[in-house]
């Protein structure tokens, strides 16, 4: 939603004359508010080329190609600092102003403000937030229209916030398992490229100073050295082009549909993803159920939410199988790519007709489970990546100790 800088000059009702600034969604909007100030316009006018509008339509942009988009942890503090606000009593518009002024990054604090300026227009909040692009995601946004018309937005908040707080762990230590093999990676190819570009070279000053010549191994990675060296500008743009390509690919459908399906055939990351989306179905099932929202709709919001396409076009078949009657027991059990104690776990709570507090207790052993899991990843990929690195330094010592050799030969 934009948001115009407007200068106005007005007359009081006795008679001073008063100048200011503000922000506004439209020209009516400026009407409206300094109208019931009980003042008299005189001119108004938009500001032009303002450092606000230009930020706003950046925001537009970012927020609507999905270029920005709110964190986990961002959001768990938006949702404790709302639900803190309404229980002491505070007005939401109040709300929406303490939150915007606190914010940390400015996509937010705008996104606020004009949050602020359509509830004061009448809009209700669950819209004031869906018109701000991709800001927010569709969970909160269904939430919050749920909490309000209920009357319990306070526990809304809380129960999001909770969400957020439980899928923000998740990121931090998939982040932590994956940290170790990342910096053990990218330290084994420092130094492949230094005794490459730096140390090789200096044996084939020897080498030629001795008329002997580089053996096969060093010779290629002597000229795989040199082409780095003198063409690295080349490399670096093919390597961005390549980049580009890979991405733009991985955007496509055809090409989110195959790493989909790769992510769910590998073992590894088809057990770690499975463990995942059990952990987010359920907590989100739990979270959607108790906030007052039917789970016919709750499938489906899921459904919209998921960020593989094979899991999407699952969670989508379900809801429309619960929609024809059928239980949401048998409609996940025809899928391989939920954990059979997820279909247990449901079949219990659809018996029992305690789904949501049953959704609590999955969600917290699949998350559990999660934990454990990527806790000892870092295990099991250190013997791998320590094999790989010691290939490779075995590789280069053998490439730098065979010259050697042949030069105390000739001594």
Known sequence: MKITRYSYNC??????????????????????????????????????????????????????????????????????????????????????????????????????????????????????????????????????????????LDLTMKNLAEHFEKQHIIEEKIRSALTYPVMVIGVAIAVILVMIIFVLPQFDAIFHSMGIEMPFLNS?????????????????????????????TARSVRGQLIINYLILKFPLSRNIYRITVAARFSRMLEVLLKSGINLSFALQ?????????????????????????????????KYKHFPRLLTQMVRTGEETGTLPAVMEVSANYFEDELSYILGRLGTMLEPVLLLIVGLFVGILVYSVLSPMYQVFQMI
């Open 11 to 152: 007359r009081s009702p006795q008679g001073e004359k008063i100048k200011g600034k503000i922000n506004a969604i439209s020209l009516n909007h400026v009407v409206n508010k300094l109208a019931t100030e009980g003042l008299t316009i005189i001119d108004i006018k938009e500001i032009e080329d303002s450092k606000l509008n230009k930020l706003n339509l950046y925001i537009i942009k970012f927020s609507n190609l999905g270029l920005y988009r709110q964190s986990n942890k961002q959001l768990m503090f938006l949702c404790r600092q709302f639900q803190a606000m309404l229980q002491a009593g505070m007005p939401i518009l109040d709300i929406l102003t303490q939150l915007g002024e606190q914010a940390d990054n400015n996509i937010l604090k705008q996104s606020l403000c004009s949050a602020k300026l359509l509830l004061s227009e009448g809009s209700p909040l669950h819209e004031a937030f869906a018109r701000q692009g991709k800001t927010f995601p569709a969970l909160f946004i269904n939430m919050v229209k749920a909490g309000e018309a209920g009357g319990f």
């Open 220 to 248: 290629l990675l002597l000229k795989f050295g040199q082409l780095i060296k003198t063409k690295w500008h080349y490399l670096l743009l093919l390597t961005l082009i390549f980049l580009f390509i890979l991405k733009a």
């Open 301 to 333: 919001l899921i459904a919209s939410l998921m960020d593989n396409n094979v899991i999407k076009s699952s969670f989508k078949e379900i809801a429309s199988a619960v929609n024809r009657g059928e239980s949401l027991t048998s409609s996940i059990a």
